[in-house]
């Protein structure tokens, strides 16, 4: 080791180095423990501006709930109006439903009254409570600042808050759509519409009177006579050529042609005589032309049934002797003709026609002939078949006059297929005549909804940008804080500490537009809940639409459907599922979207972002200020003397008298007499207790501290 050096050993280790290492680490450690403690109390204030900016903020937010609402209730009223109209346009096309029209329309026109009413107040209201919004949040974020005394020693916090804008948009009312131009064009075309409907039912019901006869007569008196049982017992049919239907509702006159027309071919192939003599022979001969003569009109026959309407052809098979001359069997030339000497003429003949070629008198026979033929004369009745014009007739009437025959049931059911048509084609016309006044009303009120754009709330109030608070934490706190000794100094204490902070408003899935929602429709169903009739639909109805908010678009559709099947709309004219099924059509082909009942969220930001969305002198200047400060790093500007008198001016020009609450409007949905909803809001207990002048003193106070703080010291 070298005389004269500090360290003396090969390890370096002296009592002077071990000394120095101690000062330099205790040095270190106290440093830092100050550091921690300067820093925490800058942190301390950034946390309450905050919490302040937060609270100022959510002042607008419930504002935003509030206003929504309001205008989900507008939306909904809309809705109503033209959706009752809609029921009472239903009504009008089914008679039991007439009674309910004449009270659905008035109530449409009582709802667009309410609606105008309740946005006519709706609107005040809320550009009263928005005016007062700047006072709202400086009450609060003051609030939240003297709440954080009592967390530290020596806390002394006042907060102002600013909001951006300062000043709101006035919330306008504008409800010049045609709703009442409509509903008196729908009441003046009203009665027109009920007759027309009335002549429609009429017609259609006899039109349903027959078919229900009709269908008796096919199968539905099983297991009495029926063309279904005759068919079963006379031919033997059974399975799909022989169906039984149980209503009325599932059978068409279809079935009935159809059978028949199976019916014809299986007798035909079955027919035999009773036995072997001649007349027997003679009459089953007959009744094969007539099953043949059957099944050729069968083929012509038809029915079509769709929803423009009907039409059917049952050819009419004869059933005696004068409607047999009417048809091609008296015509037709398939009866054997033969000759036979003539009674009182020397050396003469006579002609005889035949029932069949099988007739032992028809031996030898040259010719055929028609009964026509035979009756225009000079023909003599064979005397073993009798064949003469009315053994034909006799054919058919055998089993067409009484009703143990297939005929008498066939042509009840051809009878009653004409009726049929014919009623239907009575109520086509008054039909088309109520399908096209209603649809223009249904068009109209289609186009009601399509201007509901223009008569809605839309809240653009002030802090809608955000807000931005000014903290300070006015209390000393002295600077050895229990860590008094050389190595802190004790010479001055820590001053008051400033800090700002800013938030805006984002939109949030949130359950308190629905709370409220909840809220007032549990009033509704309380105090309106006893309402029948018209009356009891259109609450109900309100209250579905309203209620969708919470869903979906598709409720609303869904609230639609529950109001028409409350209604007697079913009828035998088809008006009632017609009109229907085009006003739901009509609605859904609008896409309609609900309001926006989601709550807004407040969030911290950065405060220029705030800013620069205000037109304002304070945001101006603070904008300016700020980036002053960051291009040149230096305290000389005064952060808040700068912008405090514009901000205190914003702030104390909006305080009016404030209660404990709001009311902004009360639904009247049924008139004076019906239930009253009243919507309200409560004022922030933080409001309630500050007035102009805490709010004064406020300010000064912070000005204050401004004022015994050079600029040199600021950014220490």
Not at 51 to 59: E, I, T
Not at 147 to 161: C, I, P, Q, R, T
Request: aromatic share 8%.
């Amino acid at each position: 080791m070298a005389a004269g050096r500090i360290f003396r050993d090969e390890e370096g280790f002296t009592t002077v180095s071990m000394v120095l290492a101690l000062l330099l680490t205790l040095a270190l450690v106290f440093t830092g423990a100050q550091v921690h403690r300067i820093q925490s109390a800058a942190a301390e204030v950034q946390d309450v501006a905050d919490a302040a900016v937060l609270s100022a903020q959510n002042q607008v937010a419930e504002f935003m709930v509030a206003a929504r609402f309001c205008d989900a209730v507008v939306l909904s009223l809309s809705l109503a109006s033209v959706a009752t109209a809609g029921l009472g346009v239903a009504a009008l096309c089914v008679p039991p439903a007439f009674p309910l029209s004449e009270g659905l329309l008035g109530l449409a026109r009582n709802l667009v009254e309410v609606r105008d009413a309740f946005g006519r107040r709706a609107a005040s209201v809320l550009n009263r409570l928005q005016e007062a919004l700047p006072f709202f949040s400086a009450a609060c974020a003051a609030a939240v600042a003297r709440a954080n005394n009592g967390d530290s020693e020596g806390a002394d916090y006042l907060a102002v808050a600013i909001l951006v804008p300062s000043q709101g948009e006035a919330i306008a009312w504008d409800a010049a759509d045609a709703a009442g131009e409509v509903l008196d064009s729908i009441q003046d075309g009203a009665e027109d519409v009920r007759k027309r409907a009335r002549e429609a039912e009429e017609a259609a019901q006899e039109a349903q009177e027959s078919k229900e006869r009709a269908f008796r007569r096919d199968c539905g008196d099983d297991p009495g006579y029926c063309m279904y049982e005759r068919a079963a017992h006379l031919a033997g049919m059974e399975g799909a050529d022989n169906p039984l239907y149980a209503s009325v509702d599932a059978w068409s006159f279809s079935v009935a042609l159809e059978r028949a027309k199976a019916y014809y071919p299986r007798r035909l192939a079955a027919e035999a005589p009773e036995d072997d003599s001649v007349g027997a022979q003679a009459r089953s001969a007959l009744r094969k032309n007539f099953y043949r003569f059957a099944v050729r009109q069968m083929q012509a026959a038809y029915v079509s049934e769709t929803e423009d309407g009907f039409d059917a052809f049952f050819p009419h098979l004869p059933c005696n002797t004068e409607d047999m001359r009417r048809t091609e069997l008296y015509s037709e030339a398939v009866y054997p003709i033969s000759s036979i000497p003539s009674e009182g003429a020397e050396g003469g003949s006579a002609s005889v026609m035949h029932a069949w070629d099988g007739c032992p008198g028809a031996a030898g026979a040259t010719a055929v002939g028609s009964i026509a033929q035979m009756e225009a004369g000079g023909f003599k009745m064979c005397p073993l078949c009798e064949f003469k014009a009315s053994s034909m007739g006799k054919v058919a009437a055998a089993s067409a006059a009484i009703d143990n025959g297939f005929e008498f049931h066939y042509e009840a059911v051809a009878d009653e297929a004409q009726l049929y048509q014919e009623a239907l084609q009575r109520a086509e016309g008054p039909k088309g005549k109520v399908k096209e006044a209603v649809g223009g009303f249904l068009s109209r009120i289609a186009g009601l909804v399509r201007s509901f754009a223009d008569a809605r709330l839309q809240p653009r109030p002030p802090g809608r940008y955000g807000a931005i608070v000014f903290a300070v934490n006015a209390g000393s706190l002295a600077p050895e804080g229990g860590l008094g000794g050389a190595f802190v100094s004790a010479g001055s204490s820590l001053g008051p500490r400033a800090a700002l902070s800013a938030a805006t408003l984002v939109e949030e899935e949130s359950d308190e537009g629905r709370t409220v929602l909840n809220s007032l429709l549990d009033g509704l169903r309380r105090d309106g809940g006893s309402a029948v009739g018209a009356a009891g639909l259109v609450l109900d109805l309100w209250s579905r639409l309203l209620g969708a908010y919470n869903d979906a678009p598709a409720a609303i559709a869904e609230g639609l459907r529950s109001a028409l099947d409350a209604m007697p709309l079913a009828g035998a004219s088809g008006l009632g599922s017609w009109v229907s099924g085009k006003f739901q059509e009509a609605v859904a082909a609008l896409g309609l979207q609900p309001a926006r009942l989601n709550a807004k969220k407040a969030v911290l930001v950065n405060s220029a972002h705030v800013a620069r969305q205000g037109t304002g002198s304070f945001a101006a200047g603070f904008v300016g200020f700020k980036s002053r400060v960051i291009a040149a790093a230096s305290g000389a500007d005064d952060l808040f003397g700068m912008v405090m008198n514009d901000a205190e001016r914003e702030v104390l020009d909006c305080i009016g008298a404030i209660g404990d609450s709001v009311e902004i409007a009360s639904i009247e949905l049924l008139g004076p007499d019906g239930p009253s909803l009243p919507i309200t809001i409560p004022v922030p207990r933080a409001v309630r207790e500050q007035g102009s002048a805490a709010v004064q003193q406020l300010f000064d106070r912070i000005r204050a501290f401004h004022g015994g703080v050079s600029p040199s010291e600021v950014w220490r």
